[in-house]
């Protein structure tokens, strides 16, 4: 049995800890937030303070990918959420482009609707329940250095270099060995300083040049109901997205989402009467103003964007004795909605090399999670860059009151109207949303692949749906 420390009790690090536990290891969990989660799930929203996850009240749905992953290699914890409240959903359901009833097969696309906050709560109990061990208000500060002269050895081409070794780590209340490190501190991790303080150079790290920001608000419908109407879950005008997200216990979510130099927009989506006249622009949306807030004014969170770091070079760790997982690895936009599936699946692939290799040896862990990353999940996160060099390309155009055109844009928008058009479309498009097993060869069936290429020359020609630049920047700020 072999000791593992994860750092961070958010969702990714209490999945990656539930698994490793139920494979016989001893699993601790340091999380700096020192407040356990309240009895009740919907006091989880109100009255516990999370610092550390400075996305808690922001609008979140899994992808049915996650839910699939979680019911399969999770046992019980979606169980857990559906009781506390949350409501499984049939993401294809409020899709436009879906004439007709659901099918049997369709419910690949369930997924979960819940506020984050319910979500956390539930797999702080199902950790706790399992024998995890969470230590809350413990900092952690660095990695400790094993003896230099103790490092494994690489072999292979560039054999007889010793890596260094981390063998546990520094806290606010010292230090705590263990045989293997699993960062999952999400978004701030501090893993390339702790890397740099025990000399180990890197890791290699790509981010971003730019990003979105999100404006969101929570409300709460008066009889447990949503606005019947049919909505996208995402729309996207020029300037401007919309997710209208359903939660648990009747709330739900409305975030708009700009480019995050947008500036103009954000000196007036700050304040709740522009942010409700920018929500009025969206066909329907209307109707989902009629809630009570739940969240105090705007909530604003910046600086959204990719971020990947790889502790790996082709063929050797630059250390051993620790890895990043989920957003601590890579982060993606959150507009797509793919942090927890990717996560999941992330530490999936952690339980599968340790089973094949072992805790205790050293290179080949690191090493063989370094090539499961790369093969399985760096195609994932390559799309999401895609998708945000691409939508923010489109919204720079229509700010400038030009059209878009990239052969890539072209064929991702000209997919997203046959989706609107045809209900076999839209599940091709809808798998490869969700990350659902197949996606990939039902985009590459010959019909759909024909029927796209016939849509480019009518999605290029057209602006994106919505105001103009100036008539969107006229209504906010009349609102
Ligand atoms: C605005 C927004 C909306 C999103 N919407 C979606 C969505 O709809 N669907 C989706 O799948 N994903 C979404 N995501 C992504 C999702 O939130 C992340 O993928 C997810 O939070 C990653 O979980 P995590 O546990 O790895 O990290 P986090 O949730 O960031 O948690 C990190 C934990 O580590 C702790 N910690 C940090 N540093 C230390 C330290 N030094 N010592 C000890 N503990 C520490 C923190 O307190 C925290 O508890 C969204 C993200 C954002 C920003």
Known sequence: MASIVVLGAALGGLQTALLLAADGHRVTVLERDPHPAPPDPDEAWSRWHRPGIPQLRLTHLPLAGWLRLAEAQLPGLVERMTAAGAVRMN??????????????ADARFDTLAARRSLLE????????SAGVRIVRGVVCRGLRAGDPADGPITTGPARGRRVPHATGVETSTGPLPADLVVDCTGRRSALPAWLRDIGVPGP?????RRGFTYYCRYFRSADGTLPADTFPLIAEH?????????????TYSLGLISRGDDHELRRLLRHEGPWCAAVRLFPGADAWLGGRPITDGVQIMAGLTDRKRTL?????????GVVAVGDAWALTVPSIGRGLAMSLEHSL?????????GVTERLDPIAEFGRATRDGLD?????????????????????????YRHPDWGRARALALLAERDPEALRAERAAAHLLPGAAAELRAPALVEAVD?????????????????????????G
């Open 91 to 104: 993401a294809l359901a409020p899709e436009p482009g879906l004439r007709g009833d659901l099918r049997p």
């Open 121 to 128: 709560h539930v797999a702080t109990h199902a950790a706790e």
């Open 204 to 208: 290699v790290e790509e981010v971003g």
């Open 238 to 250: 020029g300037s401007l997205g919309l997710l209208r997200i359903p939660a648990d216990h009747g």
């Open 312 to 320: 790996y070079d082709d063929v050797h760790p630059r250390v051993t």
């Open 349 to 357: 692939r952690l339980r599968d090399v340790l089973r094949r290799t």
């Open 379 to 403: 195609g994932v996160y390559g799309r999401s860059t895609s998708y945000t060099e691409h939508r923010l390309a489109e919204m720079d155009a229509h700010a400038a009151g030009r059209r």
């Open 454 to 478: 016939r849509l480019i020359p009518e999605v290029q020609r057209r602006m994106p749906p919505g105001p103009t630049r100036a008539q969107l920047l006229a209504a906010v700020a009349a």
